[in-house]
């Protein structure tokens, strides 16, 4: 039985002021039936891990660079980001294959590097609109799994279908397209049993309970709905 993971990506949102989000989040995350994590942004990650430090919730980085250090200005490696508290990465989210021109060749390079160092890595795929409207999106999808998969390692990570127009639009799969694609995407995996496979794009309090209880769903991977304690707790209720 794979637990449920329910991820809150903070992208580039939160200061100082919002770390009281974490009081809050400390005894729902006790309670949960999942695993809890967040990743907020590279620069409260040491001050998010003082805070959670003997509670449930676990940190994650956004992104790191595949080497350990180096002239590489503006990057995090994934050593930094453990050092800083980090257990989880998110890598090959949309936002950086679409801002940063992200390829899964170097999403899978990142993730073997997120590996050596220690952390599990939470690989990001998804079609955009023209891919769906074109009836493209689960050949697409397998090719960017495939792709960004590292050589080894494999029962330590964690797989996030997000589609690229579900993310911040409110509009979300339908449930049979969440469930056709999940089953794809566990079919193509080399430990299927073992790598959680999230859901990702507008899942709020509203439609998280029939995300999360769809046939290979292991959690959801959130956005917006995850910068405020409350709705980011209704989201982790909603898998018991
Ligand atoms: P959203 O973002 O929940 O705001 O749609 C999801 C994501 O990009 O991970």
């Known amino acids: 039985m794979r637990r449920k993971l329910i991820a809150g990506n903070w992208k580039m949102n939160g200061q100082g002021a919002q770390l009281g989000f974490f009081d809050s989040l400390r005894s729902v995350a006790a309670n949960a039936a999942c695993d809890v994590l967040i990743c907020p942004p590279a620069t409260l990650l040491s001050r998010a891990a003082d805070l959670c430090r003997g509670s449930a919730i676990k940190l994650g980085g956004q992104d790191c660079h595949a080497a350990e250090s180096g002239a590489h200005t503006g990057d995090v490696s994934a050593s930094m980001l453990v050092d800083a508290g980090a257990s989880f990465v998110v890598l090959g989210h949309s936002e950086r294959r679409a801002d940063h021109g992200e390829r899964s060749e170097s999403v899978k390079e990142k993730a073997g590097a997120a590996l050596a160092a220690g952390l599990v890595p939470v690989i990001c795929v998804g079609e955009t609109r023209e891919e769906r409207e074109a009836g493209r999106a689960i050949e697409i999808v397998l090719e960017q799994v495939k792709a960004s998969m590292p050589d080894d390692g494999h029962d330590r990570l964690v797989v996030a279908y997000e589609p690229v127009w579900a993310i911040g639009t409110g509009l979300v799969a339908s ?31 509203a439609n998280a309970r029939e995300i999360l209880h769809l046939d290979n769903v292991d959690g959801a991977l959130v956005g917006g709905a995850s910068l405020a304690a409350e709705s980011f707790s209704e989201i982790i209720q909603a898998v018991s």
């Open 175 to 205: 449930l049979d397209d969440i469930v056709e694609m999940h089953a794809a995407i566990r079919d193509v995996l080399p430990v299927p049993d073992v790598i959680r496979v999230l859901y990702g794009g507008s899942v709020k309090p």
